[in-house]
């Protein structure tokens, strides 16, 4: 471990806030570093973890129990141990919604950026289907699909 020490420390840029990881990164933008004599790239937060606290338990491949780490800061390059903490995909799951962060985060209504529709428009939707008005000519009108008219009339979508 002493080598990759030494190779690790010499890829960390350290900032008042995050320690930044300067080598390889990957796709994702978590830095990579090899381990010796090693083919595989590990992730650099990893490495650090261990530099600073030891093992981790061994990696299975079962995403229900595996204990990744996981960063507070929300920064893939960021090394720094204090910003880093142990848990499952599932409690990265639930620390990214809680940050309103990543693709599958939910954004229901006038917050989600592609929205067409706002909360008076949907009211007055719902109106209009409820007195007989088409779903396909309120889809043409508000420039949406009938299938969202039949959510939000039948509230799956947009609901308050």
């Not at 960021?78 to 639930?94: A, Y």
């Not at 067409?116 to 009211?123: A, F, G, H, I, N």
Request: net charge positive.
């Amino acid at each position: 471990m002493n080598d990759l020490a030494t190779r690790f420390w010499s890829k960390v840029q350290k900032t008042d806030n995050c320690w930044i990881w300067t080598g390889v990164k990957g796709v994702l933008g978590y830095g990579v570093i090899r381990p010796g004599g090693e083919r595989k790239f590990v992730r650099a937060h990893r490495v650090s973890w261990e530099l600073h606290n030891g093992p981790l338990p061994k990696w299975t491949g079962d995403g229900a129990t595996d204990i990744g780490v996981l960063h507070r800061c929300d920064n893939p390059a960021c090394v720094r141990p204090d910003h880093l903490f142990l848990g499952t995909q599932k409690d990265n799951v639930v620390d990214m919604r809680a940050k309103k962060r990543g693709r599958s985060t939910p954004m229901p209504g006038e917050e989600n950026p592609n929205a067409k529709l706002t909360w008076d428009s949907v009211r007055r939707i719902r109106e209009l289907r409820a007195s007989g008005v088409r779903g396909r000519v309120l889809a043409a009108e508000y420039g949406v699909t009938p299938t969202l008219i039949t959510h939000i009339c039948k509230g799956k979508g947009w609901k308050e």
